[in-house]
């Protein structure tokens, strides 16, 4: 008589093992189908929570995430920055002004610059409104102006790399010159 096959003999030592368990011959026989199942006694496992997600970064290094939305009062969502005014003490009566800011995002000297700036300004003038680049800003590009009007205070254009005009500008000396033309 010829050995019987390994196959035969482990379905055989999992039926015996687990009669409750199905097996269907010439299937691989699984370490799952030759546990003994004490599912019934066994405490519950708790659910794995999903991971969170990261918030993405762009290319000009802003993060990407969604503020917290929560409504107010009035139907507006509390996590909204919007460049209309429609946030607290920016009604066309309470004089408050937006300054804008676009600076390129080839190099970190634009980035630094553009915060000492709108840090300047926000310490100058109390209530005032500075955003850097809300929308994409052009290649190689430095410019502060007023929302809504021409006038630009500093518009550096097409600069190449070692920034040279970006460098000779003295901030401490522009943060002056433009809270002299706004308050003046």
């Known amino acids: 008589m010829a050995p019987s096959s390994k196959l035969t003999k482990e379905v055989e030592s999992a039926n015996q093992v687990n009669p409750t368990a199905e097996i269907v011959p010439g299937r691989r026989v699984t370490r799952s189908l030759t546990r003994p ?8 496992q708790p659910q794995p929570q999903p991971r969170k997600k990261k918030a993405r970064k762009t290319k000009g290094g802003e993060e990407n995430a969604k503020p917290s939305e929560t409504k107010d009062a009035d139907g507006s969502k509390e996590g909204d920055v919007g460049l209309s005014g429609s946030g607290p003490g920016s009604g066309s009566g309470s004089g408050s002004r937006t300054i804008i800011i676009e600076r390129s995002t080839i190099c970190s000297r634009f980035k630094t610059r553009a ?3 709108k840090e300047g300004l926000e310490k100058a003038i109390p209530g005032i409104n500075v955003i850097i680049n809300p929308e994409k800003p ?3 590009i430095f ?9 630009k205070f500093i518009s550096l254009e097409d600069t190449k ?3 040279n005009r970006l460098q000779e500008v003295d901030i401490e000396q522009l943060i002056t010159e433009i809270v002299a033309k706004l308050q003046g």
């Open 161 to 163: 790399r070692p920034f």
């Open 143 to 151: 410019e502060i102006r007023e929302e809504g009007k021409e006038e």
């Open 115 to 117: 915060e000492r700036v």
């Open 37 to 44: 199942s004490d599912s019934a006694s066994a405490p519950p």
């Open 138 to 140: 052009r290649k190689g």
